[in-house]
């Protein structure tokens, strides 16, 4: 049987390390890092996303402001509090929950953000130095992969790995970052052929799909590593891509849903703040 990967006690431990540094730091240069959220309209998803990013932030000794702002914002608006937030010496990380209200373009507000301040990793500039392997900050779920991979042990360099998804949020990042470590990776989507043939050739499966039961035990090669970023609410229960019960008998590590990369998520933008904090005032 494989091993579970528990994001949950991974981010628990990388938190604690977290908070260490932030009390170092403030010993340092008298400062905390300080995320602003900016949310717009009153999605519970989004809502309990952000409240969920506060409480880690403040737990790990780091400040926390969230900017709630009314549905019917002005696009004009919402750029001109990131202009803000921007010149706010103050403030050290600037996260725009998504999705925004249909009126305003997304794009241009991950464009407003200053990329030095861009805790999500989502700014052009940032994808683009991530490309390039040059340093960057790189998206929080991808990022709590690769935490997640590396505290197997396993050798990444050389290995096999497929990801399933192609989203800018976590499917390409994925690949980028997994290349980056040296792995041959393959990236499947809605048109792939033959996905069962793939995954059977891959050491690592990532899956990204949002779709639960797109991997099943006979796409899985024995001593495989699933990494289950898919989140999917079947019979009002939590499940991801991946059917984990047969799979991780199967699998040499396996991420559960809940409790696996989900925490790593905002384990992973916790560290981002630390680090646009430190290339802010270092
Ligand atoms: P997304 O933007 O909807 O992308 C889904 C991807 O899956 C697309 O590239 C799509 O292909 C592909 N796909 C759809 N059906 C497929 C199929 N039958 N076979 C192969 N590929 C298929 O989703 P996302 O934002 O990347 O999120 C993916 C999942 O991860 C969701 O369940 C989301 O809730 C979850 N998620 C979790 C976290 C976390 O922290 N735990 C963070 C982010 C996302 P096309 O491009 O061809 O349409």
Known sequence: MGEIISGKKLSKEIREQVRLEVEALKVT??????????????????????????????????????????????????????????????????????????????????????????VDGFHPLNIAYMHMGREAIYPATPSGIITMLKSTGIELKGKDAIIIGRSNIVGKPAAMLLMKEHCTVQIAHSRTLNLKEKCLQADIIVAAVGRANTVTEDMVKEGAVIIDVGVNRVDGKLVGDVDFDAIKEKASFITPVPGGVGPMTITSLLQNTVKTFKGLVE
Do not use: W
């Not at 900017?67 to 001109?80: C, G």
């Not at 929950?97 to 507000?109: A, F, G, R, S, T």
């Open 29 to 118: 240069y008298n400062a905390v890092p300080h995320l602003a959220v900016v949310l717009v309209g009153s999605d519970p998803a989004s809502e309990s996303y952000v409240k969920a990013k506060e409480r880690a932030c403040i737990k790990a000794g780091m400040k926390s402001t969230i900017i709630l702002k009314d549905e019917s914002l002005e696009e004009a608006e919402l750029l001109s509090i990131i202009d803000k937030l921007n010149k706010d010496e103050g403030v050290h990380g600037v996260l725009v929950q998504l999705p925004l209200p249909k009126h305003i373009d997304e794009n241009k507000v991950i464009d407003a953000i200053d990329f030095k301040k861009d």
